[in-house]
């Protein structure tokens, strides 16, 4: 494992790097990738008996570019992409992995804004970043600071993205207001910590009771948490007790959806907002009708592939150049990750698929 993560670190380093059908054959290793023909559970349809798939690179095009990839974790909607599930399919066959980090190998004659040598992560969804190499085109990867941490880096395109918008487009906080979200230990969860943080927001973070909650309630607080409280608690007099010192939040994020929401419901303000972006209970959102007709409440929704369909490259570069400040000032941290080679892909998608997860598998590549 330590070989693993010190080989792929030395491909941050600036080397100016061969062509990717020269390097693949001075290394013996054609491109390689998880690729599934069908949809279905991932163990099922990404199985290859004794390797992975070898892939075939397309010719360098006019305004492509050809990447070395390096890093990708994986996330919950990649599993659902798999399974078919999700609003957003990849036409089959198709390679695994929205998200990740990458290195420029080369780049075609009509390629304006990268070089290689340049670390890159994807502008777009559904890209196919599980793989060793890509043939990309340039409009859909944003160029990053090669100083960002490489699980920074390779996490920084869907979680910390979502986590921005959602504090930045529903309502106008200012330091001081409070933000109350559930699942507050997944990747977005963390980064609302974070940035929040940053921008002097209070946050109530619920998470589930299990075996290990002191630990994680230690790790939430250490990024930057105000309160950590486990959804049975929204119900107690300790939030009573939160409630004597920061004021009541204007913002609720749900990723949880059935009682958890309408628990955490009750202590949004009047005329506060609720945003959901996930259903991890897979369950429908229950509002008391009272919320509406008494307090006013606003209900709404975010999908960040949505917001990249709505919005310019230019508008997510930008967002991308704040999170990458924060991460060379010290604001934002990658989540907690578990680095795995790419040949133990089916361990790691095991230990995503499992409840209580707090640590991102993120496969090197």
Known sequence: ??????????????LRAPPVRALCAAAGTPPRGLLYERHGEPADVLHVPTRLKELELPALGHSDVLIKMLAAPINPADINMIQGTYALLAPLPAVAGS?????????????????????????????????THAVLPEHSLLRVPGDVPLLCAATLSVNPCTAFRMLSDFESLAPGDSVIQNAANSGVGQAVIQIAKAMGIRTINVVRDRPDLPQLVERLLALGADHVVTEDALRKPEMKEIFKSIPKPRLALNCVGGRSTTEMLRHLQPKGTMVTYGGMAKQPVTVPVSAFIFRDVRLRGFWMTQWKKDHDKQSMASMVDTLCQMVQKGQLSAPACTAVPLEDFREALAASMQPFTSSKQILLL
């Open 1 to 14: 494992m330590q070989r693993a993560v010190a080989r792929v670190l030395r491909g941050l380093r600036g």
């Open 99 to 131: 998200e990740g980090v990458g290195r420029v190998l080369e780049v075609g004659p009509g390629v304006v804004a990268l070089s290689p040598g340049d670390c890159i992560i994807p502008a777009d969804a559904g890209l196919g970043t599980w793989r």
